[in-house]
């Protein structure tokens, strides 16, 4: 069995700060891309941001320059720093996966996300 957990979510007033965390576990072989998205309610889920094994990022463009994602390869971890939120941002953020597993079997796995919710 392989898994995602996030944790980190929570309420804050715009302008504030949060930062997620996703915790891959099981038997993995060998993580791949690590991302986070998000769907805000009625909308379809958005890429916010996505991490290679060696570190190269894309972001979406609206959060660019507020968002960093990074991750621990020893730690199979991929974080998210949020900063300058607005009421916008509100939504469940999903972290995302793409890796092989010790049978090597490539896979691609979401976590059950993690509500993050912003005050104007």
């Known amino acids: 069995q392989v898994q995602l957990v996030e944790s980190g979510g929570g309420l804050v007033q715009a302008g504030g700060s949060l930062s997620l965390t996703c915790a891959a576990s099981g038997s993995i072989f060998r993580l791949d891309d690590m991302g986070w998205f998000r769907q805000a309610p009625g909308q379809q889920r958005d890429l916010v941001a996505v991490i290679t094994r060696g570190g190269s990022t894309n972001y979406a463009d609206s959060v660019k320059g507020r968002f960093t994602i990074s991750r621990d390869n020893a730690k199979d971890t991929v974080y998210l720093q949020m900063n300058g939120l607005k009421p916008e941002d509100a939504a469940v953020f999903y972290c995302?996966?793409?890796?092989?597993?010790?049978?090597?079997?490539?896979?691609?796995?979401w976590g059950r996300g993690t509500l993050v919710s912003v005050s104007s």
């Open positions: 995302n996966a793409k890796l092989i597993t010790t049978s090597l079997r490539r896979l691609e796995l």
